[in-house]
């Protein structure tokens, strides 16, 4: 019998969002950490990297969120709760989250055939050129 093992851990995000509701939410980058630490960690390196960039009120906040609220952030994903931290610069609201997450292992695929339903999906291009009457 199969066994499969999944992993527990952190999924992080960062979304990038116009705060005036023109520019729809865009994902600009995600990770997986392994750990309550690893991902407070990321998550609060973020924010101080690019904290001079911001105007001064965005930069406080950033600040603020990451000294008086790290106790309260490490505690909620001790208890596997999701954490979410936003932070505006003129009309760009930024949004680092992260979530609580199984992590199942990739399937090692060299030198295995792979299942006979794996050859019904065929790539978006086959598809469609073979829909195509020209």
Known sequence: MLRITARRGYWCECWTEGSDGQLPPTLFGSYDAYSEREAD??????????????????????????????????????????????VTHVAT??????????????????GTELPSCAYDFKRQAETSAADDPD
């Open 41 to 86: 960690g990321r998550v609060s390196t973020i924010p101080r990297t690019i904290s001079p960039a911001l105007d001064a009120d965005a930069s406080q906040k950033a600040w603020t969120r990451l000294h008086d609220h790290r106790i309260d952030t490490r505690r909620a994903l001790l208890r596997g709760e999701p954490w979410a931290v936003s």
């Open 93 to 110: 609201r930024i949004t680092w989250t992260v979530r609580p997450a199984l992590f199942l292992p990739m399937a090692h695929r060299q």
